[in-house]
């Protein structure tokens, strides 16, 4: 039995636990590829450099505090290799401004910032955390990774492919499950399954295999030949994230994955994310629960007002914010927050004081 990198042992989790389901998931989807991971445990896998993306004009006053303008948002269906198609508008179409937009954050005269000059590396055999508060930059970074957005300067490399200009090979690299988790209401689970299967060139038998055994996995083969349309959220999100495991990507790329799941699902994505990391592939996880961030991620990338401000494991963003705690605490310290229980205090009385 090993260690892994996070201090847990390697080994057989007991039968039926979260553990056991996404191990199983993981090596029943591998079966007759039997790959192993490749390359380098640190080596990246990919990689953002001097990522700039403004927004100018008309479209400016309207970016969205995600920093993503709205007619850039893309319907994101499974199938094209990225679990999304691409992303169409134009800046300008966009909606009102919200949190994160406001002068001497993100803006300057004529137009926003929304990301100034990224670079981050997500590497082989890691869980990658991506935060920051609303408007900080995380959507734009995570849209221009996939693909889905150009950037204004800067460059883009999944496994070594450029993704702006060998956008179709780089694609197969990676799988993005964006949040919501949108697929085609009148296919099944075992339909998208398929289709995501054959876009990439899989055998039959294979798309077969690793099918049942990811619907298994995922509680889902009872209903694996129900349109998705009736499903649940938290059904749906397992559907779409079984299609970006089929291909076997070397990338996972989640928006908020646990959304709408129940504690069990959960659990068994958050080993699974492991699980996928311990066997060389590679995971950029976003979301806003920092106590399951904190569980899974082996380092943790902290965006604010469209800079990376804090990078590292837990231990090192401690150093950096020169004080222990949880991730939480660490994030209001870097991130300059108010403290929540504070705000929380403030919102309460100020909100509902007594008329005078």
């Known amino acids: 039995m090993s260690a892994r990198r996070d201090g847990h042992a390697d080994g057989a989790p007991a039968d039926g636990s979260p553990a056991s389901r996404a191990a199983q998931a993981a090596s029943r989807a591998d079966g007759a590829s039997g790959r192993s991971a490749a390359g380098a445990p640190d080596a990246p896998l990919a990689s953002l450099r001097g990522i700039v ?60 910032h929304a990301l100034r000059g990224l670079d981050l590396d997500v590497r082989r055999g890691e869980v990658l955390g991506l935060l920051g508060p609303n408007g900080a930059g995380k959507t734009t970074a995570v849209r221009i990774l996939c693909g889905l957005l150009e950037p204004t300067a800067g460059s883009v490399t999944i496994d070594g492919l450029d993704v702006h200009t060998q956008p179709l090979e780089a694609r197969r690299r990676f799988a993005f499950v964006p949040d919501g988790a949108p697929l085609y209401a009148q296919l099944s ?46 059904m749906r999100q397992k559907a779409a994230i079984a299609c970006a495991l089929l291909p076997e990507p070397k990338l996972l790329v989640l928006d908020e994955p646990l959304s709408g799941l129940d504690a069990p699902s959960a659990s068994t994505v958050k080993e699974l994310l492991r699980a996928w990391a311990d066997r060389g592939g590679a995971v950029l996880y976003t979301s806003h629960l920092l106590d399951i961030v904190e569980r899974v991620a082996n380092r943790v990338a902290i965006l604010q007002h469209g800079s990376l401000i804090a990078l590292g494991t837990l231990d090192e963003l401690r150093a950096r914010a020169g004080q222990g705690g949880t991730l939480e605490q660490l994030f209001t310290t870097l991130t300059n927050a108010e403290d929540p229980a504070s705000r929380a205090a403030r919102l309460v009385r100020e909100a509902f004081a007594p008329r005078r």
Do not use: C, M, W
């Open 53 to 112: 993306k403004t927004y100018e004009g008309d479209g400016a006053s309207a970016v969205r505090g995600d920093g993503s303008a709205d007619g850039e948002r893309s319907s994101a269906r499974p199938g094209s290799g990225t679990q999304a198609s691409g992303a169409g508008g134009a800046p300008g179409a966009a909606r009102s401004a919200s949190e994160g937009a406001r002068k001497g954050e993100g803006e300057f005269e004529g137009g926003i």
């Open 189 to 234: 689970p075992r339909q998208h399954l398929d289709l995501v299967g054959r876009l990439h060139g899989l055998d039959e038998g294979l798309i077969a295999q690793r099918g049942a055994a990811l619907l298994a996995g995922f509680e889902l083969d009872a209903r694996a030949n129900d349109p998705v349309g009736q499903f649940s959220r938290g």
